[in-house]
């Protein structure tokens, strides 16, 4: 199955600092989601972004498909950012049922 | 307008009982599924529900079964749990498995712990 690893494992940051969370894949893949999970466990959904580029507020996410890798952005960090972020890949044919991986996520802690 | 629900937020039971966790989702999707994370935040996929039929089961122990009574529900029943049961349990759902591309929304979450 494809492997997904993302980097780095931990990141403290200081309130106002910019941040970039890297997932690599093992394979194509024809579906990528961030999510992030906030301290009380809620998984939020961030963006759906396969390819190409997207902005929402201060993050934005960019996956360049044929070098198999994402980035997540956080610009100006806040406290509420903190949780931590998982990539979800999968890859899989039409009409086959769909399977997202998950990888290993990125604890970010927020401080004043 | 909660989109995927579940139902108990928190689960405390002994080993060797019996529980069910319930889900709910209002969004209109065929598609529906159940996921474990550990406790290393580890997230895995255990079972995948298209229109109340099984599509996916990840070799999870045959003491959880799913049931779908129909597509809006799926819910998770465990026998004879296990101290390694313990995780916080997560439901999904996404609108058309004929689609290549799909956006997965999930539910607030389930902790089981297993004493």
């Known amino acids: 199955g494809i492997q997904v690893e993302q980097s780095p494992p931990d990141l403290i940051l200081q309130e106002g600092a910019n941040s970039t969370l890297r997932c690599n894949f093992s394979d194509s893949v024809n579906n990528l989601q961030w999510f992030h999970q906030n301290p009380w466990g809620q998984l939020i959904n961030l963006f759906y972004i396969p390819s190409g580029t997207k902005q929402n507020g201060r993050l934005s996410a960019t996956t360049v498909a044929t070098e198999r890798y994402s980035l997540l952005y956080i610009s100006s960090s806040q406290t509420t950012d903190s949780g931590v972020y998982f990539c979800a890949v999968e890859r899989r044919s039409t009409g086959t049922a769909s399977k997202l991986t998950f990888g290993t996520g990125t604890r970010l802690q927020v401080t004043l | 307008d909660t989109a995927v629900s579940q139902t108990p937020k928190y689960l405390v039971t002994q080993m060797g009982n019996d529980k069910s966790i319930k889900c709910e989702q209002n969004?209109?999707?065929?598609?529906m599924y159940w996921y474990k994370q550990d406790s290393k935040k580890f997230l895995k996929i255990m079972f995948s529900y298209n229109n109340k039929e099984l599509i996916i089961n990840e070799t999870v122990p045959n003491r959880f079964s799913p049931k779908s009574p129909d597509k809006a529900h799926l819910n998770l029943h465990i026998n004879s749990l296990e101290l390694g049961d313990s995780a916080v349990y997560f439901c999904?759902?996404?609108?058309?498995?004929?689609?290549?591309?799909?956006?997965?929304?999930f539910g607030p979450g389930t902790r089981l712990l297993v004493l």
């Open positions: 999904a759902s996404s609108q058309d498995p004929t689609r290549t591309q799909e956006t997965q929304y």
């Open positions: 969004l209109g999707h065929d598609t």
